[in-house]
């Protein structure tokens, strides 16, 4: 997820966020997957916050790039698999926060 699919990605979970009332705090787009620290209505359980962006994502994606669907194994955007963590005590927003900017930087060292 790289260039034009990275910045409308990005765009994309903003929409999906203010419409369902979630607030992205931070988020970083990398090559093969992405790092979103939200809060959410607790009306939502987490595996449901996942499910609402990963879908909505994919559906906008593959209509607006049609190609990245030829170029993905099994043809799906999104593999099943997520982390979830909430912040507590010992995991604090700004730990959340410092370790996506981490995993940033790593990326790009790795991209030079």
């Known amino acids: 997820m790289r260039g034009d699919l990275a910045k ?17 705090d931070t988020m ?15 009306r939502y359980s987490p595996a449901r916050v996942v499910q609402i962006m990963k879908s909505i994502s994919a559906k906008i994606i593959f209509e607006e790039f049609p190609e990245v669907r030829k170029q993905l194994w099994g043809g799906e955007f999104w593999s099943d698999g997520y982390f979830v963590r909430s912040v507590g005590d010992k995991v604090t927003s700004e730990v959340i926060r410092r370790y996506i900017k981490y995993h940033q930087e790593e990326q790009l060292h790795f991209d030079l």
């Open 8 to 24: 409308r990605l990005k765009v994309v979970f903003q929409e999906i966020a203010e419409r369902y009332e979630f607030e992205i």
């Open 28 to 42: 970083e787009v990398q090559g093969d997957h992405v790092h979103l620290f939200l809060s959410a209505p607790p």
